[in-house]
Structures are given as structure tokens and as C-alpha cells.
């Protein structure tokens, strides 16, 4: 019985020893990584934004992440430019006229196949994501043939219609996977109340939907915002350029690199995004998680 209360006093000992060790050890692992990728993904935007601060002369001689002497002139110089505004007004037509598409073409679509049976249903939607296989470079040329043919060229109208089918197979995938996971059940219910098949879908699937939906707008958003080389590809005047062209463009228009006014411009274009997704993350998330596994 002695050895026995001995052995288990030993043990009781390690293990302790061993917990005293393995706590500092499990908070540096996770902990370390998590470090390592936020200064990854903050770094360059933090010294984008320290030099957007800074006057051109003060860029190189001024190594500090703070300035020593901060000045919003690279900002409005920015919101000055006559082809930052244009390029602006541009982007949230363009951005929201995809989004909204893609919402409108996208949730039929997806409750068709979502409820609805009919032969080679799994084969089309399967085949309706090869599009997203082919590069945006491979792209180029023959959306560029197609613009000049239906007069589409330089036009936002054609940008929207472009965007739109580039997104539009992941927003279909994403709202299938939502629109299974709702029970049938509530639209027989709403059925027997006397409820038609477009009440009951704008009633109780739409609202049910909202993380899928938020996340299937913030994509078809982000897609349209940051799109540069179908842009490059579809138009030539300043008429439809959008803001990464725009940025693009600033390296010839300035004749010497002017780094302020240039990370001004690009965090001016990115801010607005963020905050935006900072404010519904937790439903992008949901939408995301629940397309994938449901």
C-alpha cells in the first residue's frame, strides 16, 4: 500500500511539474504564430500608412514609423485629383451594380437547384464552376473581342455584366449549401397559411438567409472594387476606370515617384472595404462556414 501512495505522490509531482512547464509552452505556440501573422498582415499596411504621412523629401530621410513631422497633404492632393474622384464614382457604381446583379440572378438560381429536382442537376451546377477555372489572363483578350462586337467597350454597363459571371458561380454554390440547410417544412407551413411560393421565399428564406446573402454581396463588392486586369482590358478612357487603374496609372501621370500621394490613394481605396467587413465579419464567416458544410 506504502509503494503505491508513493508511486501516485511521484506521479501527482510530475504531472505537476510537467503542467508548470506545458502552460508557458502552449501559450507561446499559439500565441507565436498569431504574432507572426498579424505583423505579416499589419506590416505593410503600417508603413504604407507611415509614408502616406511624410512629404516625399522626408520618405528616405525619415526611417522612423512614426514621422516626426505627420501632415495630411498626400490625402488631399489625393481627394483633390480630379481622377481620384472619377475613378471613385466608378468603383461604387460598378461594385454595387455587380452586387446587386449578382444577388438578383443568383438566389433563383440557387433555390432552383436547391429545391427543385431534375435530371443532371448535380452535373450542371459542377459544371457551372468551370468558369472560375480559367485565368483572368486567359480572359482578357476574348472579353475584350466580345466588348467591341456588342459595343460594350469602355462601358460600366459591360464591366457589371463581366464581374457578374465571374462571381456568380461561387454565389450560386455558397446559397445552395444555405438554402438545403433550411427545413422544407417552413414553406409547406407557409403554404397551408395560403402563402405563395414567392411570399414564402421572400418571407422566410430571404430573412433566414441574411449570412449567406451578406457574404455572397461582400465577395461580388470586393471582386468588382479590386479589379484590375479586366479593367485594363475593357476600357480606355477615364470615363469607367476604376481606382486600381487609376493607381496604375499615377506612376506615368506624376513623371517621379511620388510615394505619399501614391499610398494615400491606395489606402483611401482599401479603408472603406475594411471597415466595412470589420462591421458584418461574423456573418461572412457564418455564410461562408455554413455553404461550405451544409
Known amino acids: 500500500m506504502v509503494p503505491d501512495i508513493q508511486n501516485s505522490q511521484e506521479k501527482l509531482a510530475r504531472f505537476r511539474r510537467w503542467s508548470w512547464f506545458a502552460g508557458p509552452l502552449r501559450k507561446i505556440i499559439i500565441w507565436l504564430?498569431?504574432?507572426?501573422?498579424?505583423?505579416w498582415t499589419l506590416g505593410p499596411f503600417l508603413i504604407s500608412a507611415s509614408v502616406s504621412f511624410k512629404e516625399p523629401a522626408h520618405v528616405f530621410s525619415d526611417a522612423s514609423l512614426i514621422p516626426d513631422d505627420p501632415t495630411l497633404n498626400a490625402y488631399a492632393r489625393t481627394i483633390d485629383r480630379?481622377?481620384?474622384?472619377?475613378?471613385?464614382?466608378?468603383?461604387?457604381?460598378?461594385?454595387?451594380?455587380?452586387?446587386?446583379?449578382?444577388l438578383v440572378v443568383g438566389v433563383p438560381a440557387a433555390y432552383a437547384f436547391a429545391r427543385y429536382r431534375f435530371r443532371g442537376r448535380h452535373l450542371l451546377l459542377m459544371f457551372s464552376l468551370l468558369p472560375m477555372l480559367v485565368p483572368k489572363v486567359g480572359l482578357m483578350f476574348p472579353l475584350f473581342l466580345l466588348a467591341v462586337k456588342v459595343g460594350g467597350f469602355d462601358s460600366r454597363i459591360f464591366m457589371i455584366l463581366v464581374f457578374t459571371g465571374m462571381l456568380l458561380p461561387l454565389a450560386?454554390?455558397?446559397?445552395?449549401?444555405?438554402?438545403?440547410?433550411?427545413?422544407?417544412?417552413?414553406?409547406?407551413?407557409?403554404?397551408?397559411?395560403?402563402?405563395?411560393?414567392?411570399?414564402?421565399?421572400r418571407t422566410i428564406i430571404?430573412?433566414?438567409?441574411?449570412?449567406a446573402l451578406l457574404t455572397v454581396a461582400v465577395l461580388a463588392f470586393r471582386e468588382a472594387w479590386n479589379e484590375f486586369e479586366l479593367v485594363l482590358a475593357l476600357t480606355q478612357t477615364a470615363n469607367s476606370?476604376?481606382?486600381?487603374?487609376?493607381?496604375?496609372?499615377?506612376?506615368?501621370?506624376?513623371?517621379?515617384a511620388d510615394y505619399p500621394i501614391q499610398n494615400a490613394f491606395a489606402l483611401l481605396t482599401i479603408v472603406p472595404l475594411i471597415l466595412v467587413y470589420l462591421r458584418i465579419e461574423r456573418y461572412v464567416a457564418e455564410g461562408l462556414l455554413s455553404g461550405a458544410v451544409k
Not at 476606370?241 to 517621379?256: F, H, I, K, N, S
Open 33 to 39: 504564430p498569431l504574432t507572426m501573422l498579424v505583423l
Open 241 to 256: 476606370r476604376t481606382l486600381p487603374y487609376e493607381l496604375y496609372l499615377m506612376q506615368d501621370a506624376t513623371g517621379l
Open 82 to 102: 480630379p481622377g481620384f474622384q472619377r475613378a471613385l464614382w466608378n468603383s461604387v457604381v460598378i461594385a454595387f451594380g455587380s452586387l446587386i446583379l449578382t
Open 206 to 211: 430571404l430573412p433566414l438567409s441574411i449570412p
Open 172 to 201: 450560386v454554390w455558397l446559397l445552395v449549401g444555405f438554402f438545403q440547410a433550411i427545413p422544407r417544412e417552413l414553406e409547406e407551413a407557409a403554404a397551408v397559411d395560403g402563402a405563395t411560393q414567392f411570399a414564402a421565399i
